[in-house]
């Protein structure tokens, strides 16, 4: 039986998705015996569209990306024009797991966390890559999931499809952690590679953009925004925290010395943005700032746009995970391990 999805949000990371459930259908069902259905799409800009025997994936792709900038492309899929927002998708829909990737808004977590909480009440399993709902209102969305009987997974919030949450959750089951300390922003860490081989901040951060690694508006990144949601996420899932975002020591990269970072090689350190919660005396702290590694610190080799963490635990020490971070690819991968994960399940 086909497991039915509503999209919600249908930028570069739902076409992610929907890119590999196309590509990869056949290989899905003969290994794991998935089989997606994507019943709706809805996104604040193309519009919707929705069809109960499923959507022609390969049509919704093309009208998005011929509809350019033209909004509501999604209209012209069929002479029957679907005109439900985001909730009325997700409470018309019919689908089994809802899949929200709408912008991130790391302070009031909306609309992700209405639709979340609408998906659940609508007997539907969420799957999520949007850090908002899962840093500001994990607790109350998951003991919602729960008592329904339904699943909240979003292992791409933290590193995109590089499999950190379940690796602690799940193939870690068991230990406990002492401290778990990561790159966790791509566009920082470029940045604070060019700038060790001499480039200014303000050239770097050029560089970024045009390479799209960096927004328009970096400030998310530079300042340390992005790695905070993402630490809050790791001190609550993984370390059991309970801790709010604002009880997160906060730095940025803007502030740091260019000449200083560059010498930092011949001083057998690197400069890194780091995240890091840490449990001392029962106390769970967490912070988010410049820190000049060791050269043997596993962490101070990840260079450019990759990303890394290590976390600290009794039972096999400490365990280093390096891979992508961002990227379509990427993150469509993480929506879909959580995807198979539910079928898994159920």
């Not at 602690?168 to 060790?196: H, K």
């Not at 630490?231 to 020591?249: C, D, K, Q, T, Y």
């Given at each position: 039986?086909s497991?039915k999805?509503?999209?919600i949000?249908?930028g570069?990371?739902?076409?992610?998705?929907a890119?590999?459930?196309?590509e990869k259908?056949e290989?899905?069902?003969a290994?794991?015996?998935?089989?997606?259905r994507?019943?709706?799409?809805?996104?604040?800009?193309?519009g919707?569209c929705f069809?109960?025997?499923?959507?022609?994936?390969?049509?919704?792709?093309e009208?998005?990306?011929?509809g350019?900038?033209?909004?509501?492309?999604?209209?012209?899929y069929?002479e029957?024009?679907c005109?439900?927002d985001?909730?009325?998708?997700?409470?018309?829909?019919g689908?089994d797991?809802?899949?929200?990737?709408?912008?991130?808004?790391?302070?009031t977590?909306?609309?992700?966390v209405?639709?979340?909480?609408?998906?659940?009440?609508?007997?539907?399993?969420v799957?999520?890559?949007n850090?908002?709902?899962?840093?500001?209102?994990?607790r109350?969305l998951k003991d919602?999931?729960e008592?329904?009987?339904?699943q909240f997974?979003?292992?791409?919030?933290?590193?995109s499809?590089?499999?950190?949450?379940?690796?602690?959750?799940?193939?870690?089951?068991?230990?406990e952690f002492?401290?778990?300390?990561g790159i966790l922003n791509g566009t920082?860490?470029?940045?604070?590679?060019?700038?060790?081989q001499?480039?200014?901040?303000?050239?770097?951060?050029?560089t970024?953009?045009?390479?799209g690694y960096a927004e328009?508006?970096p400030?998310?990144d530079v300042e340390g925004?992005d790695?905070?949601a993402?630490?809050?996420?790791?001190?609550n899932?993984v370390?059991?925290?309970?801790?709010?975002?604002?009880?997160?020591?906060r730095e940025?990269?803007?502030?740091?010395?260019a000449?200083a970072v560059a010498?930092?090689p011949?001083?057998?350190q690197?400069?890194k943005?780091?995240g890091?919660?840490?449990?001392?005396?029962?106390?769970?702290?967490a912070?988010?700032?410049?820190v000049?590694l060791a050269l043997?610190?596993?962490?101070?080799?990840?260079?450019?746009?990759?990303n890394a963490v290590?976390?600290?635990?009794?039972?096999?020490?400490?365990?280093t995970?390096?891979?992508a971070?961002?990227?379509?690819e990427a993150?469509?991968l993480s929506?879909?391990?959580?995807?198979?994960?539910?079928?898994?399940?159920?």
């Amino acid at each position: 039986m086909s497991q039915k999805l509503a999209l919600i949000g249908f930028g570069t990371v739902g076409r992610g998705l929907a890119e590999i459930l196309r590509e990869k259908r056949e290989l899905l069902l003969a290994e794991f015996g998935f089989e997606a259905r994507v019943v709706a799409v809805s996104d604040v800009y193309h519009g919707s569209c929705f069809n109960a025997d499923g959507l022609d994936l390969d049509r919704v792709l093309e009208l998005v990306d011929n509809g350019g900038a033209d909004p509501g492309s999604l209209a012209a899929y069929s002479e029957q024009v679907c005109e439900w927002d985001s909730l009325e998708t997700i409470r018309n829909s019919g689908a089994d797991t809802v899949v929200e990737v709408t912008v991130t808004n790391i302070d009031t977590g909306e609309p992700a966390v209405s639709h979340c909480r609408a998906a659940f009440e609508a007997g539907a399993h969420v799957v999520t890559t949007n850090k908002g709902p899962v840093a500001l209102a994990w607790r109350d969305l998951k003991d919602l999931a729960e008592s329904r009987g339904l699943q909240f997974r979003f292992e791409g919030t933290v590193m995109s499809g590089t499999p950190v949450l379940s690796t602690a959750t799940e193939a870690l089951a068991g230990c406990e952690f002492a401290r778990v300390r990561g790159i966790l922003n791509g566009t920082t860490n470029y940045i604070l590679s060019e700038m060790e081989q001499g480039r200014p901040y303000d050239e770097a951060l050029v560089t970024a953009k045009e390479l799209g690694y960096a927004e328009a508006d970096p400030t998310a990144d530079v300042e340390g925004f992005d790695v905070l949601a993402k630490v809050v996420i790791l001190a609550n899932v993984v370390m059991g925290a309970g801790i709010g975002v604002e009880e997160v020591s906060r730095e940025g990269i803007t502030g740091l010395d260019a000449e200083a970072v560059a010498a930092a090689p011949a001083l057998g350190q690197r400069w890194k943005l780091i995240g890091q919660v840490e449990r001392n005396d029962g106390r769970i702290t967490a912070s988010v700032g410049p820190v000049a590694l060791a050269l043997d610190d596993p962490l101070a080799s990840v260079g450019g746009v990759t990303n890394a963490v290590t976390m600290e635990t009794d039972l096999v020490g400490p365990v280093t995970i390096v891979g992508a971070g961002a990227g379509k690819e990427a993150t469509g991968l993480s929506l879909l391990s959580d995807l198979v994960a539910i079928h898994r399940a159920g």
